[in-house]
Protein backbone atom coordinates (compact mmCIF):
# COMPACT_ATOMS: atom_id res chain seq x y z
CA UNK A 1 0.00 0.00 0.00
CA UNK A 2 3.01 2.42 0.83
CA UNK A 3 4.46 1.88 -2.15
CA UNK A 4 1.38 2.16 -3.79
CA UNK A 5 0.58 5.34 -2.65
CA UNK A 6 4.21 7.00 -3.36
CA UNK A 7 3.88 5.73 -7.15
CA UNK A 8 0.72 7.62 -7.36
CA UNK A 9 2.12 10.65 -5.75
CA UNK A 10 5.21 10.35 -8.11
CA UNK A 11 2.76 10.35 -10.92
CA UNK A 12 1.02 13.31 -9.54
CA UNK A 13 4.25 15.04 -9.75
CA UNK A 14 4.89 14.26 -12.59
CA UNK A 15 1.43 14.89 -14.19
CA UNK A 16 2.00 18.41 -12.73
CA UNK A 17 5.32 19.27 -13.76
CA UNK A 18 4.03 18.24 -17.64
CA UNK A 19 1.58 20.41 -17.19
CA UNK A 20 3.08 22.88 -15.68
CA UNK A 21 5.85 22.71 -18.61
CA UNK A 22 3.24 23.28 -21.10
CA UNK A 23 1.25 25.82 -19.29
CA UNK A 24 1.35 29.64 -21.21
CA UNK A 25 2.38 33.16 -19.69
CA UNK A 26 1.21 36.09 -21.25
CA UNK A 27 4.17 36.68 -22.67
CA UNK A 28 4.30 33.13 -24.41
CA UNK A 29 0.74 31.53 -25.68
CA UNK A 30 0.67 28.18 -25.99
CA UNK A 31 -2.35 27.33 -28.27
CA UNK A 32 -3.92 23.94 -28.34
CA UNK A 33 -4.32 22.32 -31.70
CA UNK A 34 -7.54 22.36 -33.27
CA UNK A 35 -8.63 18.75 -33.12
CA UNK A 36 -8.11 18.76 -29.09
CA UNK A 37 -10.78 21.12 -28.81
CA UNK A 38 -14.11 18.89 -27.48
CA UNK A 39 -16.54 20.94 -29.82
CA UNK A 40 -15.72 20.97 -33.74
CA UNK A 41 -16.75 24.58 -35.35
CA UNK A 42 -16.84 26.72 -31.83
CA UNK A 43 -19.29 27.15 -29.39
CA UNK A 44 -21.73 29.54 -30.05
CA UNK A 45 -21.61 31.98 -27.21
CA UNK A 46 -23.42 35.46 -26.22
CA UNK A 47 -19.83 38.09 -26.62
CA UNK A 48 -21.34 40.00 -23.19
CA UNK A 49 -20.85 36.66 -21.02
CA UNK A 50 -17.05 37.10 -22.94
CA UNK A 51 -16.82 40.62 -21.94
CA UNK A 52 -17.50 39.96 -18.30
CA UNK A 53 -14.42 37.87 -17.93
CA UNK A 54 -11.92 40.39 -16.16
CA UNK A 55 -8.98 40.47 -14.01
CA UNK A 56 -9.63 39.61 -10.27
CA UNK A 57 -12.39 37.30 -11.08
CA UNK A 58 -12.09 33.37 -10.18
CA UNK A 59 -12.27 30.64 -12.43
CA UNK A 60 -15.67 29.54 -10.94
CA UNK A 61 -17.04 32.90 -12.10
CA UNK A 62 -15.73 32.49 -14.96
CA UNK A 63 -17.06 28.79 -15.31
CA UNK A 64 -20.41 30.58 -14.52
CA UNK A 65 -20.15 32.71 -17.49
CA UNK A 66 -17.93 30.82 -19.74
CA UNK A 67 -19.07 27.06 -18.99
CA UNK A 68 -16.11 24.52 -18.38
CA UNK A 69 -12.79 25.12 -20.59
CA UNK A 70 -13.22 23.14 -24.22
CA UNK A 71 -9.91 20.92 -24.03
CA UNK A 72 -8.65 18.96 -20.93
CA UNK A 73 -7.98 20.25 -18.21
CA UNK A 74 -5.35 18.27 -16.40
CA UNK A 75 -5.36 16.70 -13.14
CA UNK A 76 -4.04 20.03 -11.32
CA UNK A 77 -2.05 23.00 -11.31
CA UNK A 78 -3.69 23.84 -14.48
CA UNK A 79 -3.30 28.01 -14.70
CA UNK A 80 -4.67 28.23 -17.78
CA UNK A 81 -8.38 27.16 -19.66
CA UNK A 82 -9.07 27.29 -23.35
CA UNK A 83 -12.20 27.98 -25.42
CA UNK A 84 -12.79 27.78 -29.40
CA UNK A 85 -16.18 30.18 -29.46
CA UNK A 86 -18.21 30.33 -32.51
CA UNK A 87 -19.69 34.02 -33.13
CA UNK A 88 -22.51 35.36 -35.40
CA UNK A 89 -21.18 38.15 -37.72
CA UNK A 90 -24.57 39.81 -38.38
CA UNK A 91 -24.13 38.73 -42.26
CA UNK A 92 -26.79 35.90 -42.28
CA UNK A 93 -26.12 32.54 -40.96
CA UNK A 94 -21.75 33.58 -41.42
CA UNK A 95 -20.05 32.78 -38.23
CA UNK A 96 -16.51 33.51 -36.94
CA UNK A 97 -14.11 31.06 -34.93
CA UNK A 98 -12.26 31.99 -32.44
CA UNK A 99 -9.16 30.37 -29.72
CA UNK A 100 -9.64 32.32 -26.45
CA UNK A 101 -7.70 31.96 -23.34
CA UNK A 102 -7.81 32.33 -19.80
CA UNK A 103 -4.90 32.65 -17.59
CA UNK A 104 -5.52 32.14 -13.81
CA UNK A 105 -2.36 32.97 -10.94
CA UNK A 106 -1.46 30.63 -7.88
CA UNK A 107 -4.87 31.54 -6.07
CA UNK A 108 -6.37 30.38 -9.10
CA UNK A 109 -7.63 34.53 -9.76
CA UNK A 110 -8.04 35.72 -13.77
CA UNK A 111 -5.01 37.82 -14.75
CA UNK A 112 -5.15 38.18 -18.23
CA UNK A 113 -7.23 36.56 -21.09
CA UNK A 114 -6.09 36.56 -24.76
CA UNK A 115 -7.25 36.18 -28.25
CA UNK A 116 -5.39 33.47 -31.06
CA UNK A 117 -6.41 35.50 -33.76
CA UNK A 118 -6.70 40.13 -33.77
CA UNK A 119 -10.00 39.91 -35.79
CA UNK A 120 -11.79 37.89 -32.91
CA UNK A 121 -10.70 40.63 -30.24
CA UNK A 122 -11.76 43.86 -32.80
CA UNK A 123 -14.81 41.78 -33.42
CA UNK A 124 -15.87 41.74 -29.45
CA UNK A 125 -14.62 45.37 -29.10
CA UNK A 126 -17.08 46.62 -31.57
CA UNK A 127 -19.60 45.17 -29.63
CA UNK A 128 -18.67 47.00 -26.57
CA UNK A 129 -21.68 49.48 -25.38
CA UNK A 130 -20.82 52.27 -22.65
CA UNK A 131 -23.87 53.11 -20.74
CA UNK A 132 -24.50 53.69 -17.24
CA UNK A 133 -26.83 51.40 -15.36
CA UNK A 134 -28.56 52.34 -12.01
CA UNK A 135 -29.85 49.72 -9.33
CA UNK A 136 -32.04 50.92 -6.61
CA UNK A 137 -32.16 49.53 -3.14
CA UNK A 138 -34.91 50.50 -0.31
CA UNK A 139 -32.60 51.84 2.24
CA UNK A 140 -35.15 50.27 4.97
CA UNK A 141 -34.31 46.71 4.05
CA UNK A 142 -30.61 47.70 4.27
CA UNK A 143 -30.25 49.98 7.08
CA UNK A 144 -31.88 49.73 11.08
CA UNK A 145 -34.37 52.66 11.02
CA UNK A 146 -32.52 56.25 11.14
CA UNK A 147 -28.81 54.40 11.10
CA UNK A 148 -26.37 54.37 8.92
CA UNK A 149 -23.19 52.45 10.31
CA UNK A 150 -21.32 49.51 9.16
CA UNK A 151 -22.97 47.63 12.27
CA UNK A 152 -26.46 49.14 11.61
CA UNK A 153 -26.55 47.08 8.22
CA UNK A 154 -29.28 44.24 8.06
CA UNK A 155 -28.29 40.92 7.18
CA UNK A 156 -30.22 40.60 4.34
CA UNK A 157 -28.81 44.07 3.36
CA UNK A 158 -25.32 42.79 3.43
CA UNK A 159 -26.90 39.73 1.12
CA UNK A 160 -27.68 42.16 -1.03
CA UNK A 161 -24.78 44.06 -1.64
CA UNK A 162 -22.95 41.16 -1.82
CA UNK A 163 -24.82 40.20 -4.79
CA UNK A 164 -24.52 43.95 -5.92
CA UNK A 165 -20.89 43.95 -6.14
CA UNK A 166 -20.68 40.50 -7.51
CA UNK A 167 -23.13 41.86 -10.64
CA UNK A 168 -20.77 45.19 -10.38
CA UNK A 169 -17.82 42.81 -10.53
CA UNK A 170 -18.78 40.58 -13.04
CA UNK A 171 -21.38 41.87 -15.29
CA UNK A 172 -19.13 44.37 -17.05
CA UNK A 173 -15.95 44.11 -19.19
CA UNK A 174 -15.08 47.50 -18.03
CA UNK A 175 -16.26 49.87 -15.13
CA UNK A 176 -15.41 53.60 -15.43
CA UNK A 177 -17.84 54.69 -12.31
CA UNK A 178 -19.83 53.80 -9.54
CA UNK A 179 -22.22 56.03 -7.78
CA UNK A 180 -23.66 55.55 -4.72
CA UNK A 181 -26.49 58.02 -3.59
CA UNK A 182 -28.34 57.86 -0.52
CA UNK A 183 -31.76 59.70 -0.13
CA UNK A 184 -33.91 59.82 3.05
CA UNK A 185 -37.64 60.95 3.17
CA UNK A 186 -38.62 64.49 4.56
CA UNK A 187 -38.66 63.93 7.99
CA UNK A 188 -36.43 66.12 10.28
CA UNK A 189 -34.21 68.88 9.20
CA UNK A 190 -32.64 68.92 6.03
CA UNK A 191 -29.38 69.03 7.72
CA UNK A 192 -29.87 65.76 9.61
CA UNK A 193 -30.98 64.17 6.47
CA UNK A 194 -28.52 65.14 4.43
CA UNK A 195 -26.11 63.95 7.05
CA UNK A 196 -27.60 60.44 7.32
CA UNK A 197 -27.96 60.14 3.19
CA UNK A 198 -24.27 60.61 2.91
CA UNK A 199 -23.48 58.52 5.80
CA UNK A 200 -25.75 55.74 4.46
CA UNK A 201 -23.92 56.13 0.82
CA UNK A 202 -20.53 55.76 2.93
CA UNK A 203 -21.02 52.66 4.36
CA UNK A 204 -22.42 51.30 1.39
CA UNK A 205 -19.36 52.36 -0.42
CA UNK A 206 -17.17 50.60 2.20
CA UNK A 207 -19.22 47.40 1.92
CA UNK A 208 -18.50 47.22 -1.93
CA UNK A 209 -14.90 47.84 -1.49
CA UNK A 210 -14.98 45.10 1.20
CA UNK A 211 -16.84 43.24 -1.31
CA UNK A 212 -13.46 43.71 -4.24
CA UNK A 213 -14.63 46.44 -5.78
CA UNK A 214 -12.05 49.24 -6.52
CA UNK A 215 -12.36 52.30 -3.83
CA UNK A 216 -11.02 54.63 -6.54
CA UNK A 217 -14.07 53.88 -8.69
CA UNK A 218 -16.76 54.68 -6.38
CA UNK A 219 -18.10 57.75 -5.69
CA UNK A 220 -20.87 58.08 -2.19
CA UNK A 221 -22.76 61.18 -2.33
CA UNK A 222 -25.52 62.18 0.09
CA UNK A 223 -28.91 64.04 -1.45
CA UNK A 224 -31.10 64.08 1.33
CA UNK A 225 -34.98 64.15 0.86
CA UNK A 226 -34.46 65.45 -2.52
CA UNK A 227 -36.15 63.69 -5.71
CA UNK A 228 -38.89 61.98 -3.65
CA UNK A 229 -40.64 58.78 -4.97
CA UNK A 230 -44.08 59.58 -3.30
CA UNK A 231 -45.21 62.60 -1.59
CA UNK A 232 -47.50 61.80 1.57
CA UNK A 233 -49.34 64.51 3.30
CA UNK A 234 -49.61 64.32 7.20
CA UNK A 235 -47.08 65.14 9.85
CA UNK A 236 -44.78 62.35 11.22
CA UNK A 237 -46.99 59.32 12.16
CA UNK A 238 -46.37 55.28 11.80
CA UNK A 239 -48.90 55.57 9.02
CA UNK A 240 -46.94 58.51 6.92
CA UNK A 241 -43.23 56.42 7.48
CA UNK A 242 -44.82 53.65 5.89
CA UNK A 243 -45.78 55.32 2.89
CA UNK A 244 -42.67 57.82 2.65
CA UNK A 245 -40.76 54.35 2.07
CA UNK A 246 -40.03 54.34 -1.02
CA UNK A 247 -37.79 57.58 -0.51
CA UNK A 248 -35.60 55.83 1.55
CA UNK A 249 -33.14 54.46 -1.07
CA UNK A 250 -29.74 53.65 -2.24
CA UNK A 251 -29.17 54.23 -5.82
CA UNK A 252 -26.08 52.78 -7.25
CA UNK A 253 -24.92 53.81 -10.81
CA UNK A 254 -22.52 52.00 -12.90
CA UNK A 255 -21.17 53.64 -15.48
CA UNK A 256 -19.26 50.82 -18.13
CA UNK A 257 -19.21 48.71 -20.92
CA UNK A 258 -20.97 45.44 -20.93
Same mark, same amino acid.
Given at each position: ?????????????????????????????????? #?????????????????????????? @????????????????????????? &?? $???????????????? *??????????????????? *??????????? &???????????????????? @?????????? $????????????????????????????? #?????????????? *? $??????????????????????????????? &???????? #???????? #????
Amino acid at each position: MKRLIMGLAALAAMVMGANASAQSTADNLIWPDL #NSYHVITGDLINPPNVRRVVTGISKK @QVRLLLNNPHTSEGLAGVHEWDYLF &SF $LTGNGSERVSCQYKVL *FNKDMIVTSTHWRDEVCAR *FMADKVVNQTH &SMTLGADGLFAFGRSGWADL @QASGRARLGE $LAMQIKTGFSKVRQVTVSGYTDRIGSAAD #NMKLSQARAETVKQ *F $LVSEGVSESLIRAVGRGASEPVVNCAGAKSP &SVIECLAP #NRRIVVSV #NGDK
